[in-house]
C-alpha cells in the first residue's frame, strides 16, 4: 500500500482511521524501526466467507505533523471453486424426491417427482419449453418415476392433467393398470392420452398435447411406461449436500431500515431494503425474522453480478408468510435462491408472489393456502400443490463451495428383505452411504451395485429380481473423488414350494364298503 504513496516520509507516523467492515488491518514492522512509516507494512484480512467490497481509511504524517489521508477500497473474491447447486435438479421447474399431489394450479415448465403422483383435481404442466432433459431426443414435460393414482377414478369428478406443450412428453415408470391411447378408441389420430384403465371416456387421465407421429412415439419406440429413467436418489443426495454446504458461508448483506439506517440480520423489522453488492450476497435469518418482515425492497436488481442468496434456519415445521418484494420481476427471479437447509415441513401461506428458487430438499412442501406465483424453480422432498402458477425462473449463477472436502465415502446400505421366494421376488435396496460431516459439494458420490449374478446398477437406491433361486452376494461400491468403500450382505431366493397332486380311485365296492386309493405326486 505504501509503495502507491508519494513522498512517504522517513521520519513520521501510520494510523487506521476508519476500519473495514468487514474485516481487519494490522500494522506491522518488520524492520523494527518504529518512527519510520516508510517500511510498515498494512495487511488487510477479511471476515470468515465474507465476499464483496470493503474499505478503510489511513493517515500518513511526517515529524512536522503534516498529514495526508487516503481510502483503500477493496474487493474480496469468494474462494472456492465454481459450481451450480441446482444443476442435479436437471433444469425442471419443480423437482420433488418422492410424491406430488395436484389439485390445482399448474407448473408452466416441466415437473418430476421421485414417486407418485396423485391427480386430486385438474392441473396444467410444461406450456414452456424451459426444461433440459430429454429421453432419446425428446423432450419430457412430465417425469413420474413411481405410478400414477388417479383418486376420481370411476367418478363424474374431473381431475385431468394436461401436458400443455406440443413437443413435451411424458414418462412414468409403473403403468400399475394404466393404459396409454397413441391413437383415439376408434383408432383414429388423436394426441396422446393416458387414463387409469382401458375406459377412453374416463374423467380422470393425463392428457398430451402432442400427437405420435409428432413426437415420434409409441407403444414400441420410446413407450410412455418406462422405469428407471432418472436416479432421482442421487440428485437429492447431492442437493442435500449443496444446501447444507451454502447454509454455512457467514451473513454479507447490507441491510437497512425503511429509514435507511443500517441493521443486522437479526431481528428484522418489517420493512427492510437490501443494498445489493457485486458477487455473492448472503442474507442469513431465521424463520422468525423472516416471517418479521413484511416488505422487502431491493435497492438493486438481481442480476448475473448481484447474486441473492437467501439462507433460511427453520427447523422442524416453518409457515411461511411470505413477504411482499419490491423492485424484482419474473426476468430477476434467476439470480435469487431461498434454502431451506433445515425445514422437514415447509406450509407456503400468505399471499404474496415468491421471486426467486425455493430449495427445500428436507422438506414436504405445501402449497394449498397461497395462490399466488412462484417464479423460479421448486425442489423439495414431497409436495401438496392446489394453488398458483410456479413459472420458469431456473436459478442461473454459479456459487463457490465453501467445503473442497477431502473425505472419501463409506459405503452402507440395507435391504427390505434378505430373503424372498422365487415366484415374485424383488429386493428393495436402502442406500446410506455418506461423508459424515464433510459436505463435499464437489464431490458427488457414485455407486456401482453388483448384484452377484453378473447384472449391474449405478443408481442409488435400486430394487432387484432373480430369475432362479440361490444365494447372491450383493455389493455396493461407493467412490468419490478421495477413494471408494465397499459392503456386501447376503440375499437368498428360496426354491419354490412343490405343492402335492392327490389323485384317488375307487378300487372295491361291496359288503357295505368302498374300498379308494389316494396317490400323492411331488410336483
Sequence with gaps: MIANDNDVPSIGTIVINTPPTNGIVVITDPNNTPNNPNDDVVTYTPNPNYSGPDSFEYTVCDANSICDTAVVNITVIPSGIPYSPIAPANCFNVFIENNVTVAGGSTNGSLAMGGDLIINGNYSVAAQDCGCFDVNGVNIGLLVNGNVNYTHNGTPTPAVVTVAGANQYVKIGDANGSLTWYKDELNAPAPIKITPDATYGNSTYIQLTGTSPSLGVDANNNPVFESNVFDFGSAFQQLKTNSLDMSGFANTAQLTDNANQAISNVGLPSTVKINLQNGL?????????????????????????????????????????????????LADSPYVIYNFFNTDDLNIEGSEAVFGTVLAPFANITKTVNNAEINGQLIGKSLVYEAGVTNCANFAPQLNAKNNGGTPPTAEFTVDNSSSCLEGNEFVFSNTSNTGLDNQPLHPITYLWEFGDGTTSSFMNPSKSYSGYGSYNVKLTATN???????????????????????????????????????????
Design 281 to 329: 450476497n448472503y442474507l442469513n435469518v431465521t424463520g422468525i425474522d423472516l416471517n418479521n418482515v413484511n416488505s422487502f425492497i431491493f435497492n438493486q436488481t438481481p442480476d448475473v453480478d448481484k447474486i441473492l442468496v437467501i439462507n433460511i434456519d427453520a427447523d422442524g415445521t416453518f409457515n411461511w408468510d411470505v413477504w411482499a418484494q419490491t423492485n424484482i420481476a
Design 481 to 523: 473423488t478421495f477413494g471408494s468403500s465397499s459392503q456386501t450382505i447376503q440375499v437368498v431366493v428360496t426354491q419354490p414350494i412343490n405343492h402335492p397332486v392327490i389323485t384317488q380311485s375307487v378300487t372295491d365296492v361291496g359288503n357295505g364298503s368302498i374300498t379308494r386309493e389316494f396317490t400323492i405326486t411331488n410336483a
